[in-house]
């Protein structure tokens, strides 16, 4: 009988301790800064969708040389990609964010096992809405 009451005690507790779950609208920041979001939910309007954005880079490597094919020339790296090429990209239609931004990274490959041959530099492939707010 008190095990019972233990229980449901605590599921009493829990109840009310966990309450409802409450959305919140997406805020922009400064108009000096990229947004960027996986979604377009809740963001808060006005903006003005300027076009798509499609970002593709694959690294380089000598994969065809032994040895040679782990030394990292041009590897792609997904900050460096975001932060500077995605940037750049916005800034250059004249928009201020992205939204329903989709990445999709491939990591550089050694091959170790077969002593560089076959590596890669990976590639990263970014797509998403251009807007301006």
């Known amino acids: 009988m ?13 109840v009310v301790v966990s309450g409802c779950a409450t959305s919140s609208q997406v805020t922009f920041p400064s108009s000096r800064e990229i947004f960027m979001t996986t979604g377009d ?10 076009g798509q954005l499609l970002y593709y880079e694959t690294g ?13 020339i ?11 090429g995605i940037s750049d990209k916005v800034r250059a239609m004249g928009g201020n964010g992205v939204i329903n931004l989709y990445i999709d990274w491939e990591p550089p490959k050694n091959r ?8 890669t530099g990976g590639r990263i492939k970014i797509y998403g809405t251009v807007i301006k707010r």
């Open 2 to 14: 008190l095990r019972i009451k233990f229980v449901l005690v605590g599921l009493f507790v829990a």
């Open 41 to 50: 939910g809740d963001i808060q309007k006005p903006y003005e969708p300027l």
């Open 60 to 72: 380089f490597r000598l994969g065809f040389l032994p040895l040679f094919g782990l030394i990292p």
């Open 74 to 84: 041009a590897d792609v790296d997904p900050d460096v990609a975001i932060k500077k």
């Open 112 to 119: 170790f096992l077969l002593l560089g041959l076959f590596a």
